[in-house]
């Protein structure tokens, strides 16, 4: 298994955009990197802080992969391979295990990371593009990632950027506005929101979003999308958080509708952005996206390394145990045919053929397994 790799870690939020593939667009890609020969079976993940392609099939094909990806990115493909981080083989699987634990992600240990992943498996699966290899893989690294939250305390009590969002937005705010919060960042942030006194929460949906969302009852006002710059008119802060490929607050709608200079802080934690940068220009107004959690985070995680060590000793034990199946699974067709010579040759012959080609550590478990076969 291969994987290309774009994150938080190399990439601005507005080249991570681009790479913020719709369904659709992800369809279009598996379709043409299984019908070009490139890839037999792959998987994307996209969240707001990565775009990841694990696939498994035509060796060394980055640069066609990479060519495919800014094409539909409408992108230059020159830009995008400075960025993209390769990895193959047992980096790869390694790297997918680290991501689905939260070890790979802008806050240590967050929760949403296993879900995104298991989310992007599934799809694939839906979409056919997934065989033997990927799926041993994907649910040896989504069992790993379980493991973790259960044995280590990477993810006990941890900060989410939705949660450290709400905690921005209720520092200095009373009068807060959430667009998107029937959508999973969304609905956490107005969660955390409500356990804060003194603060009013208003959640602006879609009328046909309103009836599959469930808040504390009396802690939270659904209020109209469509009349969602009227709220924002009394907001001390508005939120952000859809999965819209458009912009849900612009700079020429607010002028329509706000003449104040009353200080508002808009926070956008949508990738692509829901809110226009331009809003700045009107009254006092202060715009952060989703960058700027990245230092409240890491301050969050200084707390969690302790943990992380734990985490990638379980991490490398559970990826050896992977790769001795997949080793398996590659050595069945032969198993057969090495039982019949096994039975021609001496055993002498496959005991010296070890001792001569096997480094000492091998040759020293291939030893150990005999004694513990004999009872030795």
Known sequence: MDCLSLSYK????????????????TAEIYGRLCTLGIAKECVMLCTCN???????????????????????????????????LCFSDDKAISHLFKVA?????????????????KKAYFAACDAG???????????????????????TKLSKSSVSVATLAAAEA????????????????GSTVVKNLVSYKNVSVKAA???????????????????????????????????????????????????????DDKSRLFIDLAVPPDIDPAVTESGNTKLINIDYFEELARQNNEIKLSSVNE?????????????????????????????????????????????????SSAFLQFINVLKEMTGG
């Open 10 to 25: 190399n990439a601005d939020v507005e080249l991570r955009e681009k790479l913020a593939f719709t369904n659709e667009k």
């Open 50 to 84: 990565r775009t990841e392609l694990y696939y498994s099939g035509k060796e060394n094909a980055e640069d066609e992969i990479i060519n495919i990806l800014s094409e539909i990115a409408n992108l230059e493909s020159e830009k995008l391979k400075k960025y993209i």
């Open 101 to 117: 634990s939260g070890i790979e992600s802008m806050v240590i240990g967050e929760d949403e990371i296993l879900g995104q992943t």
């Open 129 to 151: 593009t997934v065989s033997y290899e990927l799926n041993m893989i994907f649910q040896a690294a989504i069992t790993c990632a379980k493991k973790i939250k259960t044995e």
């Open 170 to 185: 209720a520092k200095n705010h009373r009068n807060i506005l959430v667009i998107g919060a029937n959508g999973k960042t």
């Open 205 to 259: 949906m879609r009328k046909y979003h309103i009836h599959g969302v469930s808040f504390p009852k009396n802690a939270v006002e659904i209020v109209d999308y469509g009349n969602r710059y009227e709220y924002i008119k009394n907001a001390d802060c508005i939120i952000s958080a859809t999965a819209s490929p458009h912009y849900t607050i612009t700079l020429y709608d607010m002028k329509q509708y706000i003449h």
């Open 311 to 359: 985490a990638e000793e379980i991490i490398r034990t559970e990826t050896d145990k992977l790769k001795r199946e997949l080793l398996f699974h590659d050595f069945l067709p032969q198993l057969d045919t090495v039982k019949e010579e096994m039975q021609q040759k001496p055993f002498e012959d496959l005991l010296y053929k070890m001792k001569s080609e096997a480094d």
